[in-house]
């Protein structure tokens, strides 16, 4: 059987000593990084300013492409302002005409009543016997 031992008053390894040993290491290595990390800090930066350039451009490049011709609301805006303007141009084309029909019947009735004054107004003789004499 073995026998238990009895804790000897040994002194036991001190936990915390690697500790300090490895905070003293990391304050020796990174005592002069006031560089590195302005560096760092100055990389990132330009980096995020590099994501929002190209998400910008890439945004404004598909608003951009997003044409409202190819869709059907576009398509439905095109076709009505063709009809409009076909609308328009048709109803100038008939007051044109109806202008000019009435332009063309004044010009007939002008004309008839300057032959109809002119026809009637013939000198002739006329008969203009009396009955009192």
Do not use: C
Request: charged share 20%; hydrophobic share 35%; net charge positive.
């Amino acid at each position: 059987m073995p026998s238990k031992r009895k804790k000897t008053d040994q002194p036991t390894p001190d936990k915390t000593a690697p500790v300090d040993n490895v905070e003293q290491i990391i304050s020796t290595h990174y005592a002069n990084t006031g560089g590195a990390r302005r560096y760092l800090i100055f990389g990132v930066v330009i980096f995020l300013i590099a994501i929002g350039v190209l998400w910008i451009w890439a945004l404004k490049i598909k608003i951009t492409n997003a044409s409202w011709k190819r869709t059907t609301d576009g398509q439905l805006i095109q076709s009505t302002a063709k009809n409009w303007e076909q609308i328009f141009t048709d109803t100038k084309n008939a007051q044109d005409a109806k202008q000019k029909v009435k332009q063309q019947l004044k010009n007939i009735l002008e004309q008839l009543s300057t032959t109809s004054t002119t026809s009637t107004a013939t000198p002739g003789a006329t008969s203009t016997s009396s009955t009192i004499n």
